[in-house]
């Protein structure tokens, strides 16, 4: 990694943009990543923040446009077509014929001659199901893979922090895996903010949207305040469920009814013990263990950042995450108990096109 971070190796108008800025002397016994650079904070941050931005928006076009939608696309078309050329007969033991006739769906299918495949009509209502759920499967496949990595990085991270997230404050300088993570995890609930609009919209837009924005505060006041260490916990926290549910998500637009059920009871027991027994205990480790662990001091010279405000900001938007989660839990319970009817999961926003 230092390899790549080593400023000597660029001009000096870039390295913002393409390393770690402020990069520091060791300190003495460092309680975490003692082999590590260490680094401070400063506004030139931004800068590597924005090419992260930059990054994580070719990446996602690039997975969903070569990878992730071509695989639906033929996954869906496949499935669509089995099921036109291998109808089942009646009960009383008569063909159907095609299948699309029998159910009134003729007008989907184009065929010029006998032993030709069936080609689907982009324009028929399967053609249409079929593009939305192509176009639905990739949204959600993109968030599972960056969960997937961002999680195993916040894992990784919180795996060589102390136990104790409090003891020690402030918690600087940074050693480069935390800032790295922190980075990547800013550029990402930017990067959220910037194609929320972009993707067909649910029913919980507006939810979403304070969501993201909430999480972008906490992210960048725990980095300026030097909170890092309860923001690498909360962050590994939350990003376990955002790989199961997209997950499960994936599975229902590829008509894998039972695989998507299995996994939405997986991520049912996750947010429950994620979002909100474990992220309570972190409100109420907020509430009660900073202040008693932490002098409220404003000393920006040595690192302090915590007074009674930004305390009482802190907690109040942790909570605000924890009431957002809540409403959540009433559809996601809702969503279960269709499970348990036998309806199957569906999850009522992926349909919104208005």
Same mark, same amino acid.
């Given at each position: 990694?230092?390899?790549?971070?080593?400023?000597?190796?660029?001009?000096?108008?870039?390295?913002?943009?393409?390393?770690?800025?402020?990069?520091?002397?060791?300190?003495?016994?460092?309680?975490?990543?003692?082999?590590?650079?260490?680094?401070?904070?400063?506004?030139?941050?931004?800068?590597?923040?924005?090419?992260?931005?930059?990054?994580?928006?070719?990446?996602?076009?690039?997975?969903?446009?070569?990878?992730?939608? #071509? @695989? /639906? *696309?033929? &996954?869906?078309?496949?499935?669509?077509?089995?099921? !036109?050329?291998?109808? =089942? #007969? @009646? /009960? *009383?033991? &008569?063909?159907?014929?095609?299948?699309?006739?029998? !159910?009134?769906?003729? =007008?989907?299918?184009?065929?010029?001659?006998?032993?030709?495949?069936?080609?689907?009509?982009?324009?028929?209502?399967?053609?249409?199901?079929?593009?939305?759920?192509?176009?639905?499967?990739?949204?959600?496949?993109?968030?599972?893979?960056?969960?997937?990595?961002?999680?195993?990085?916040?894992?990784?991270?919180?795996?060589?922090?102390?136990?104790?997230?409090?003891?020690?404050?402030?918690?600087?300088?940074?050693?480069?895996?935390?800032?790295?993570?922190?980075?990547?995890?800013?550029?990402?609930?930017?990067?959220?903010?910037?194609?929320?609009?972009?993707?067909?919209?649910?029913?919980?837009?507006?939810?979403?949207?304070?969501?993201?924005?909430?999480?972008?505060?906490?992210?960048?006041?725990?980095?300026?305040?030097?909170?890092?260490?309860?923001?690498?916990?909360?962050?590994?926290?939350?990003?376990?469920?955002?790989?199961?549910?997209?997950?499960?998500?994936?599975?229902?637009?590829?008509?894998?009814?039972?695989?998507?059920?299995?996994?939405?009871?997986?991520?049912?027991?996750?947010?429950?013990?994620?979002?909100?027994?474990?992220?309570?205990?972190?409100?109420?480790?907020?509430?009660?263990?900073?202040?008693?662990?932490?002098?409220?001091?404003?000393?920006?010279?040595?690192?302090?950042?915590?007074?009674?405000?930004?305390?009482?900001?802190?907690?109040?938007?942790?909570?605000?995450?924890?009431?957002?989660?809540?409403?959540?839990?009433?559809?996601?319970?809702?969503?279960?108990?269709?499970?348990?009817?036998?309806?199957?999961?569906?999850?009522?926003?992926?349909?919104?096109?208005?």
């Amino acid at each position: 990694m230092d390899y790549f971070l080593d400023k000597e190796r660029m001009p000096s108008l870039l390295a913002p943009f393409f390393t770690l800025s402020y990069p520091v002397a060791t300190p003495n016994d460092p309680d975490c990543f003692p082999n590590a650079t260490f680094y401070d904070i400063g506004y030139a941050d931004i800068c590597f923040v924005v090419s992260l931005i930059a990054l994580l928006a070719v990446l996602r076009d690039g997975s969903r446009l070569l990878v992730l939608e #071509p @695989f /639906a *696309n033929w &996954k869906l078309t496949r499935d669509w077509r089995r099921r !036109n050329e291998n109808p =089942k #007969p @009646f /009960a *009383n033991g &008569k063909s159907n014929g095609h299948a699309a006739s029998a !159910n009134g769906s003729a =007008k989907s299918l184009e065929q010029n001659g006998v032993g030709e495949r069936l080609q689907l009509r982009t324009d028929s209502p399967e053609g249409r199901h079929i593009h939305r759920s192509t176009l639905r499967f990739a949204e959600q496949g993109w968030l599972t893979v960056y969960y997937c990595f961002s999680w195993s990085m916040g894992l990784y991270v919180n795996m060589n922090l102390p136990s104790d997230f409090w003891s020690g404050y402030p918690h600087i300088p940074l050693p480069g895996p935390v800032k790295l993570y922190y980075m990547m995890q800013t550029a990402f609930y930017f990067h959220l903010l910037l194609v929320i609009n972009a993707e067909a919209p649910r029913k919980d837009h507006w939810q979403m949207m304070t969501h993201h924005v909430i999480s972008c505060a906490l992210i960048i006041a725990s980095y300026a305040y030097n909170f890092t260490r309860v923001g690498c916990l909360i962050m590994v926290l939350m990003d376990w469920c955002d790989i199961v549910l997209p997950l499960a998500k994936m599975l229902r637009y590829l008509s894998l009814q039972v695989a998507c059920d299995i996994t939405f009871g997986i991520f049912l027991i996750s947010w429950v013990a994620t979002r909100h027994i474990l992220f309570i205990k972190v409100i109420i480790s907020a509430y009660s263990d900073a202040p008693r662990l932490i002098p409220f001091d404003w000393i920006p010279e040595r690192g302090y950042y915590l007074t009674h405000d930004v305390y009482v900001i802190f907690v109040s938007l942790l909570v605000s995450l924890e009431i957002i989660q809540s409403i959540w839990s009433y559809r996601i319970f809702a969503i279960a108990w269709r499970v348990v009817m036998g309806y199957g999961a569906d999850d009522d926003r992926s349909d919104e096109d208005e």
